[in-house]
C-alpha cells in the first residue's frame, strides 16, 4: 500500500462509511494466515492502519467476531483499548463502562436521522458549518453558496452536557459538568450584542492546571447568532498552547485568545470573559472583555446512521 493511497483512505474513510448506501467490509492484512506471522509482519500491519484503528466500530462487534477477527491482532491494538475489548467481550471478566475510542476522541453514538439539537444558542445550519471545520474539509463552507442544514448528512451529534442558565456560569459548574468528556464545542452570547463565539477542544477539559497540545483546536463566531456568512474560523498557530486547563477558569484557548472568566469570577459578571488574539489565527469579536448572556457546552459525537 503507497503512502499516498494511505493518506487518501485515512483522510476519507470516516466520511465513506458516514454517507455509503451499503456497509463496507474493508479488509488490509500483510500475509495470509495470522497465527504464523512473525513480528515483522504484525509490526508493518501496525504502521499500515494506525491511523485507521480509531475508525472501527468495535462498539459493534459481538463476542464471536471478536475471537475471530480482533483477538488474532492483539498485537496491533493499543493496550487499553485491547484490555476494554477483552473485557466487553470476555464472560469470565466483569463489563466495565466502555470508553472504547473512535475518531480524534469522537466518541461513535446511534442517533435518529431526522434529530435536532437541545440549544437555545445553535440550530443544524450552526452544526452543519462546524462539522466542515471539525474534519476540515472546508474553511468556507459558504464559496458555493450553500451551507449544510440537513442533519441526515451532518456527520456529528451534539449532547448538551450544560447551559449556564440551568447549570451556573461559575468555573465550578463548568469543570463538574464538562471535565473529562473528550471533544467539545463551547458556545456563548455575548451580552449586549447578540454576538456567538465560541471554540472547538478536541482534546477535552480538566481542573488540572495543565497546558494541551492540540492542531486541530479552533475558535468561532456568528456574527448576530443568524448571521451565518459573517462567521468567522481561526484555527490554532501555537499547538503547544492550544488549551488551557485551570480549576480557576472555564473555557481557555490559547494564551488569552479566548477566555471564560478568572480569579474564579462567574461568567455572566461584567467584564468576566476576554478575548485577545495571541495563539490563534485571528480576531473573532471586537470586544476586548465581556460578559456572557448564555452559555452551552456541548459534547461532540461521531453520528452512526440507524436504519
Not at 217 to 231: A, E, Q, R, T, V
Not at 241 to 260: H, K, N, P, T, Y
Not at 285 to 299: A, G, H, I, K
Request: with cysteine.
Amino acid at each position: 500500500m503507497s503512502s499516498k493511497y494511505l493518506t487518501i483512505l485515512c483522510r476519507d474513510f470516516g466520511q465513506m462509511l458516514e454517507e455509503a448506501d451499503d456497509d463496507y467490509n474493508v479488509i488490509i492484512e500483510v500475509g495470509e494466515k495470522p497465527n504464523i506471522w512473525t513480528d515483522e509482519h504484525f509490526k508493518t500491519l501496525e504502521t499500515k492502519l494506525q491511523n485507521l484503528i480509531p475508525f472501527i466500530g468495535f462498539s459493534q462487534f459481538n463476542s464471536a467476531q471478536f475471537t475471530q477477527q480482533v483477538k488474532p491482532y492483539k498485537q496491533i491494538l493499543p493496550i487499553k483499548l485491547y484490555t476494554e475489548l477483552e473485557n466487553k467481550f470476555s464472560p469470565k471478566s466483569p463489563i466495565p463502562k466502555p470508553t472504547i475510542p473512535s475518531a480524534v476522541t469522537i466518541a461513535p453514538q446511534m442517533v435518529p436521522r431526522n434529530g435536532s439539537i437541545n440549544s437555545v444558542l445553535i440550530n443544524t445550519r450552526h452544526l452543519g458549518i462546524l462539522s466542515t471545520w471539525i474534519g476540515r474539509k472546508d474553511d468556507n463552507p459558504f464559496k458555493d453558496g450553500n451551507i449544510v442544514h440537513d442533519f441526515r448528512v451532518i456527520p456529528y451529534q451534539l449532547k448538551l452536557l450544560l447551559r449556564g442558565t440551568r447549570d451556573g456560569f461559575s468555573p465550578g459548574a463548568f469543570h463538574n459538568k464538562c471535565d473529562s468528556k473528550d471533544a467539545t464545542i463551547v458556545v456563548m452570547k455575548i451580552r449586549g450584542s447578540g454576538q456567538l463565539i465560541g471554540g472547538y477542544n478536541p482534546i477535552g477539559w480538566s481542573s488540572k492546571n495543565m497546558w494541551v497540545n492540540s492542531r486541530y483546536c479552533f475558535i468561532f463566531s456568528f456574527d448576530d447568532g443568524m448571521g451565518l456568512h459573517k462567521s468567522v474560523l481561526s484555527r490554532i498557530v501555537d499547538p503547544s498552547r492550544a488549551i488551557l486547563c485551570s480549576q480557576m477558569i472555564g473555557a481557555c484557548f490559547g494564551s488569552g485568545d479566548l477566555v471564560m472568566g478568572g480569579a474564579r469570577s462567574d461568567f455572566d459578571m461584567d467584564l468576566a470573559c476576554s478575548s485577545n488574539i495571541q495563539s490563534y489565527e485571528k480576531t473573532i469579536t471586537s470586544l476586548d472583555r465581556f460578559s456572557v448572556e448564555e452559555y452551552e457546552v456541548f459534547q461532540v459525537m461521531r453520528r452512526l446512521r440507524t436504519c
